[in-house]
């Protein structure tokens, strides 16, 4: 399984914490990590919330720190995942002892399911990142867990935090004495366990009073486990860190959507990252209903509609409809509900499972099987914790949002995306609400709060709301991914009628929608442009009288909508030529992988050397000095445990040696260096080592997850060098063939950025802006901002027939290539001439920064190659402004 490039990015953060943590302690290491965030982000315009390390009050010195990925974000792949970086890093274990909470058995039940099950996927990872080595335990299972388990494995032991999580630890399995676990015990320092009390004592003759227990909860105090926390907002409370402070955890990691104040959030992933990935379904279509009733009908019009869709595309998708019924006290309670679907919506019954705490129909149902005839899901809150499914895409929320916390997590079984990839047909790339609220506005506001708790920004909320009504108020408002620019409804009032509601439900996917009125009247509404077969749908059920007065409204309205339409709904395209490289006969488009792919290079060119400044050994003292980042780290021996490499058992120094370096070559693989090129250099590295005085192979073994770690800096170092060589030569040296193809472009048109949010310009408005004269997406600052000034003086040129702002990092954006990145330019305009004219704003701050530099490099160089214009514009430069610089630019 390929991880994507958030949970990447998040365990790079991880890593490079523990790192550091283990030499300058996790105060120190948790600054410099949010010192580097907040440096990347600033050079992209972004701001954090400042970040405070709160050491936990009895083990301070025990790194503690939190992950934040909003629900689907693969939080329990980056919890396998973590147990490699955690020994490598900072346990200094070949096989550690995790200690994996959760907040509830049915996540417990579906982790263990997962995690014994050597063909799921994060099984497999773990036995690929310990050679096999890996036992999982049940928390019901400890008494089976051996010393040899320990010295030969990673074991992983599963556990509700309800386990640990008590005030009186007297009768408490995990607290409580086992003859089994005695040999664990043998030879280990006691102080600090917790002993067997006198009313203990008192109730088993075989036991003393005041003698150790052997309790599994001092074994772990012993052992120092590793320990993973899943939806770690439930494990914050005083209690919680009473467990911890009990079982003397070597590290503490947490993973959540809802961080609260005491979790250090380390890194955090948005919700837009996971679009970007196309994990989730996004946006989410919300439309209110008066009564529960229509919120039902509604959701079964739409989940028909979506499995029309399912069936077309490549892979099998049945869409699922989950209601949320009500408790006996309210309406509609499961029953209700149910005999709804069944009596009056004409569902069969073998379709409709009920999932509450009494009835577990899908217990053991397979909703991926092509047979198994699952539609509706009726629960209260039963599906809240352990269920996922992403063929679920419509909720049916049948009371109040802001009342019931429910919701929130059943939205969340709605997100996911089947087989996290971006469907064909784009009404399978959406969630879908259907909620009892009197008004969108109320909907909205009580879906805001649930998917912010759900680790959605307050940005990404206004981005991933649709309303799907026809009132006017609920036009431009907070959800509406379009707020400036209000499309033109077209309103007309029918006579209610069950026939006419059944009528219009069958045009919803036309944009035909309807609000029933307290006059026995329903209010019909198309936004925007209506199709041919709205217009006809909508007339057959408007009286013979009325349709002149009809035929007159469509007129109008369609004239606002062509009035309305921007240089892109007009037909204009802007088609910008990639830049791209002939290579040995290939023409390949000029991606900085894809060149480092066909590099002639090899490790074995590069000194198998780590020198006394990258890495040394203190004679007089018993400590490791790493040079890292120009910066000394120095790790003592007396702080950690020294486990030494399993198996060796034999005291000569040549064995040691090539074990070691066995074992190195195995914790410092890289994707682009084969183990042929790995085995002599690191067999080198640990020669040149040898020769220093007073280090032997047993010193090595005692620093050998120190050294490896250093080994993977100076890989990573040869791998930059390399990369950047490979970019030299293939673009720049006098043997660079960069070119480019007519057919090979990026083109920006009317289907571009349609999820993007915008912001309002206020009174101003763009003449040639492709996207429309009121909105730009994701400009930096406010109206008076350098960026904005920058595209308002790119608008005013007379040269400039048409532009847009290029989104960064947005898989449909242009870009051309970094050093291990990629540059996405600010504009990109169409000249009058038909040339293209790239343009990068660059704030004074960072005009001579290596960055800026490497950008203006590669951008003239596009321009070259394809006889096109790119600038890099200031706000002033040599007395001339952005207008000027840009005037002279395309002149």
């Known amino acids: 399984m390929q991880l994507k490039s958030y949970q990447q990015a998040a365990l790079d953060a991880l890593d490079g914490f523990l790192s550091r943590a283990l030499a300058s302690g996790p105060a120190e290491a948790f600054a410099h990590a949010v010192a580097d965030q907040e440096g990347a982000a600033a050079l992209e315009g972004r701001r954090f919330e400042p970040r405070v390390y709160q050491p936990l009050e009895q083990l301070p010195d025990v790194p503690y720190v939190c992950l934040r990925l909003p629900t689907g974000g693969g939080k329990t792949l980056l919890a396998a995942e973590t147990i490699r970086l955690a020994a490598r890093s900072y346990l200094r274990r070949t096989y550690p002892l995790v200690l994996w909470m959760v907040p509830s058995d049915a996540i417990k039940s579906q982790t263990l399911e997962a995690l014994k099950d050597r063909t799921h996927a994060y099984r497999r990872r773990l036995d690929e990142n310990f050679g096999g080595h890996v036992r999982v335990f049940d928390i019901a299972e400890f008494e089976m867990l051996r010393p040899q388990d320990l010295q030969r494995s990673t074991c992983v032991v599963v556990s509700t935090i309800q386990a640990f999580r008590v005030t009186n630890t007297v009768g408490r399995r995990v607290y409580a004495h086992h003859e089994e676990l005695e040999p664990h015990f043998s030879g280990v320092p006691t102080a600090g366990m917790e002993v067997v009390s006198a009313k203990e004592a008192a109730g088993n003759g075989m036991l003393r009073e005041g003698a150790v227990k052997f309790s599994f909860a001092n074994l772990l105090y012993h052992q120092r486990p590793l320990m993973i926390i899943d939806e770690a907002h439930n494990a914050v409370s005083g209690l919680s860190r009473e ?104 569902i069969p019954e073998a379709r409709i499972k009920v999932a509450t705490g009494e009835q577990r129909e899908l217990d053991g149902v397979n909703l991926r099987d092509r047979r198994e005839p699952t539609r509706h899901v009726i629960t209260v809150d039963a599906l809240k914790e352990g269920w996922d499914c992403p063929s679920a895409y419509v909720l049916c929320a049948t009371q109040s949002l802001s009342s019931q916390t429910a919701v929130e997590q059943l939205l969340g079984r709605v997100l996911r995306m089947p087989y996290a990839t971006r469907r064909k047909d784009a009404a399978l790339n959406c969630a879908y609400a259907h909620v009892s609220e009197p008004s969108f506005a109320a909907a909205a506001e009580g879906l805001r709060d649930k998917l912010i708790d759900m680790g959605f920004t307050d940005e990404e909320v206004r981005e991933s709301l649709q309303p799907r009504g026809v009132e006017q108020d609920a036009q431009g408002n907070l959800f509406d991914p379009d707020p400036v620019r209000p499309r033109p409804v077209l309103q007309v009032t029918v006579q209610d009628s069950p026939e006419a509601r059944a009528h219009l439900n069958g045009l919803q996917e036309d944009g035909v929608d309807y609000v029933p009125k307290p006059d026995g009247t329903l209010l019909v509404g198309m936004t925007g442009a209506v199709p041919e077969t709205a217009v006809a749908g909508v007339r057959a059920v408007v009286p013979d009288e009325d349709h002149g007065h009809f035929d007159a409204q469509l007129a109008k309205h369609r004239a606002k909508v062509e009035a309305q339409k921007t240089r892109a709904e007009l037909g204009a395209v802007i088609d910008v030529p990639r830049l791209l490289l002939e290579m040995d006969g290939e023409v390949f488009a000029a991606d900085t992988d894809a060149i480092y792919e066909r590099a002639d290079w090899s490790l074995l060119d590069h000194p198998a050397v780590l020198s006394e400044t990258e890495l040394s050994f203190r004679r007089d003292e018993d400590v490791i000095e790493i040079d890292l980042e120009g910066e000394k780290l120095i790790y003592s021996r007396s702080t950690h445990e020294m486990p030494q490499l399993s198996g060796l058992v034999l005291p000569d120094d040549a064995d040691l040696e090539l074990s070691l370096i066995q074992w190195l070559v195995r914790e410092c693989r890289h994707r682009w260096i084969t183990e042929a090129e790995m085995q002599p250099w690191v067999a080198g590295l640990i020669g040149s080592l040898l020769e220093r005085e007073g280090v032997t192979a047993r010193t090595l073994i005692d620093w050998q997850h120190q050294i490896a770690a250093r080994i993977r800096w100076k890989i990573e170092e040869i791998h930059k060098i390399e990369r950047g060589r490979a970019h030299q030569m293939a673009l720049f040296d006098m043997s660079a063939k960069p070119t480019w193809d007519a057919a090979n472009v990026i083109r920006f048109d009317d289907t571009v950025y349609r999820t993007v949010p915008t912001q309002p310009i206020g009174a101003m408005r763009f003449k040639r802006h492709l996207l429309g004269a009121d909105r730009a997406p994701l400009l930096d600052g406010d109206l008076n901002g350098q960026e904005f000034q920058c595209a308002w003086s790119l608008d005013s040129l007379d040269e400039v027939d048409v532009w847009v702002r290029n989104v960064a990092r947005h898989p449909d954006s242009f870009w051309l290539p970094r050093v291990g990145a990629r540059f996405y330019p600010d504009f990109i305009a169409r000249l009058t001439d038909g040339r293209i004219f790239v343009v990068e704003f660059k704030g004074e701050h960072l005009v001579g920064a290596p960055e800026a530099r490497e950008k203006d490099r590669i951008g003239r160089l596009w321009a070259k190659t394809t006889s096109n214009v790119f600038l890099m514009v200031r706000q002033v430069a040599h007395g001339v402004d952005a207008g000027g610089q840009m005037r002279a630019a395309v002149s």
Not at 294 to 300: C, L, M, R
Not at 310 to 338: C, M, S
Request: hydrophobic share 40%.
């Open 243 to 346: 467990v911890q402070t009990r079982l003397r955890p070597a590290a503490i990691v947490e993973f959540t959507a809802t961080p609260r104040q005491r979790n250090n959030i380390l890194f955090s992933v948005t919700a837009s990252a996971l679009k970007d990935e196309e994990m989730i379904k996004l946006p989410i279509r919300v439309r209110p209903h008066d009564d529960w009733r229509e919120a039902v009908s509604a959701t079964v019009a739409t989940r028909n509609m979506l499995e029309a869709k399912g069936d077309k595309d490549r892979d099998f998708i049945r869409p699922v409809a989950l209601y949320q019924a009500q408790a006996r006290n309210g309406h509609p309670t499961v029953a209700e509900l149910k005999s709804y679907l069944i009596e009056e919506k004409l």
